[in-house]
């Protein structure tokens, strides 16, 4: 993959669809989210967070180019509020810190490493950056130290599982009914797959 190369329609209309579903599902997601918070509290709502990095890391392992991460989040929270979020600044700036978060995992491999380790750990910096924001926005100062490292501890394992694992699996899920094919994931299975064929 070139550093050079721009995103190309195809691509910017693929992230956009991608990241509009996810857009949509966040806004579902909170509702799943305050059921888990208010039965585990605080900490066991953290295991859900990773949900919410799943836009950037699934479109940056299909596109592979830089910015895709970033461009996908913001997009997913744009969608997110046109469909009824009520708190539309705070969701745009969590999209914002979120897909930097992630954005900077891939920009440190230069945009050349997408395996697994690389997923989970553009995961768990997204929701990092995610923890950050909030514990400004929403005052985690508040609770015991001990709550907050736990707070943090669920979060980053949450980026890690349900934003860098389960995005990969479902990343490979849609390369194999074969709609990826021109894209940078699609191309590289194959190849692999005529390789080890070979």
């Known amino acids: 993959m070139s550093l050079g190369k721009p995103l190309n329609l195809r691509e910017i209309v693929v992230m956009a669809f991608i990241s509009a579903v996810f857009g949509v599902l966040y806004l579902l997601w909170i509702f799943l989210n305050q059921i888990v918070t208010g039965v585990l509290g605080p900490v066991g709502g953290g295991l859900m967070a990773g949900f919410w990095i799943l836009a950037p890391v699934v479109c940056a ?8 991460a970033l461009a996908a989040q913001m997009i ?7 469909v009824g979020s009520v708190n539309a600044g705070a969701v745009l700036l969590l999209g914002l810190t979120q897909g930097l978060g992630a954005e900077l995992i ?3 491999f230069l945009y050349r490493n997408y395996r697994l380790p690389v997923l989970m750990l553009a995961g768990m910096s997204g929701t990092f950056a995610n923890f950050l924001t909030q514990y400004v926005m929403y005052g985690y100062s508040q609770y015991e130290t001990m709550i907050v490292w736990f707070m943090l501890g669920t ?4 980026g890690a599982l349900l934003a860098g694992w389960a995005g990969q699996a479902l990343s490979y899920a849609l390369v194999r ?3 990826l094919n021109n894209f940078a994931l699609g191309r590289s299975y194959y190849q692999k797959k005529m390789e080890e064929s070979a």
Do not use: N
């Open 76 to 82: 997913a929270a744009g969608t997110e509020v046109m």
């Open 106 to 108: 891939f920009a440190l």
């Open 155 to 158: 979060m980053l394992v949450s």
């Open 61 to 68: 392992l299909i596109i592979q180019k830089p910015g895709a």
């Open 177 to 179: 009914t074969g709609v």
